[in-house]
């Protein structure tokens, strides 16, 4: 008989994201250097004390078909620049693949965008759920002043595929502009296709 797998019960603290994490991953200024429009702001950072700009909080799960794996990420407030801290980003290894973003606190936006290059953004705060249908690469950005926490689930056998987005970055990025965020062209960005 096929041996199964035993249930899980996880606390979510909704300000703190997942509690106990089995694993948690912390990407800083440096992880995500290549990513940021401002180079000069870049620099000084990295200079600096190349702060924590978010965390991931994940629970076990198989990587498998059939299985969905669920984290927590906290994005602290800040900016490189005029650039909105944000995650690195990244499509599904297997496109065909979705996944739900729900915000437990803070606020901030949910960056979408297909290998066409079209752009779809979410403005998430506690209780918004942001659907990513397949196909859709995204990335996330904490444009309030407290940490930005949401829950992620996504198929087992999804998978992570960064290197679109290091070598071709997203065509918009979000910057602050007379205090509010503001949707503009990526000037690092290449197209797919061009
Ligand atoms: C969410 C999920 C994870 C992802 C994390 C950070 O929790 O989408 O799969 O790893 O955000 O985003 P990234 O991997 O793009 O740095
Ligand atoms: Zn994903």
Known sequence: MKELME?????VDFKKGVVNPDRIIKRRVSDIQGMYADNHALEKFLSQDNPLIYQVREVNIPEESGHIIYSTTIIYPGKVGQEYF?????FHAKEDTAEIYFCL????YLLMQTKEGKVFTIHMKPGVLGYIPPYW???TMNTGDKEFVFLTLFPGDAGHDYEIVEKHGFAKIMIEENGKPVLRDNPKYTPLNG
């Open 7 to 11: 249930p899980i019960r996880t606390i």
């Open 86 to 90: 944000m995650t690195k980003g990244h």
């Open 105 to 108: 606190e803070g606020e901030g």
């Open 137 to 139: 690469g995204h990335r």
